[in-house]
């Protein structure tokens, strides 16, 4: 493997990791509720939807989603719904504080749940791994290459992460009234309605 080429690969790589969407905005607004570092702790369902992409992309099959209409399809109406459902959950939900980490803990469980199924309903991450890593891999290491670059990618998105959960955690510690924590629930809801809409909006890179 050419080292040199993580000159290249490593700032590229976080500022994919560092783009705005669904899974970061689902950070922030953890963090935002509940601390930075459940927050971060919750990522790790993101990553557990990573792997087996990254591990699908690595033996070739991240072209299903390019050559499979139906496939693709299902996808992303499945990750644009769930989506939608919980930008409604947090438009509609009733207002109350911020809850942190000092007061009653809402269930870290349920949190990785919610950025798992939300990383995993969303094709463009599979489209990226598919299109990004292969680009930085060695040839004749090819399996070493793509794991390490893998390995890379997800402590990457853990760091890009932690640096949205502390914006959250600072921007939770003016949402202490129930009103306040309405108007951001209002916005992440909205955001989070707008970010299904551009799923179901989204082409496969062929068509």
Not at 46 to 67: K, S
Not at 123 to 143: C, E, N, S
């Amino acid at each position: 493997m050419n080292w040199e080429f993580l000159l290249v690969f490593l700032p590229a790589c976080f500022a994919l990791n560092m783009a705005f969407g669904p899974n970061n905005l689902l950070a922030t607004t953890n963090a935002a509720r509940v601390g930075p570092f459940k927050a971060v702790i919750a990522s790790l369902g993101r990553i557990a939807a990573f792997i087996p992409m990254i591990a699908i992309a690595g033996i070739g099959l991240g072209t299903l989603l390019t050559t499979s209409m139906w496939f693709f399809t299902l996808v992303k109406w499945i990750g644009a719904a769930y989506l939608a459902w919980l930008g409604l959950k947090l438009l509609l939900g009733a207002p109350r504080a911020v809850e942190f980490e000092d007061s009653v803990p809402r269930s870290v469980g349920s949190l990785m749940r919610q950025e798992f199924l939300v990383a995993a309903g969303n094709p463009k991450a599979i489209l990226i791994f598919t299109a990004f890593l292969p680009q930085f891999v060695a040839p004749d290491h090819y399996a070493l290459s793509f794991t390490i670059l893998g390995t890379l990618f997800l402590a990457m998105e853990v760091l890009a992460v932690a640096v949205y959960a502390v914006l959250g955690s600072r921007i939770g510690k003016y949402l202490r009234s129930g009103r306040a924590m309405q108007w951001f629930n209002r916005a992440s809801g909205s955001l989070m309605l707008l970010f299904s809409l551009g799923l179901l909006a989204m082409k496969r890179p062929d068509s």
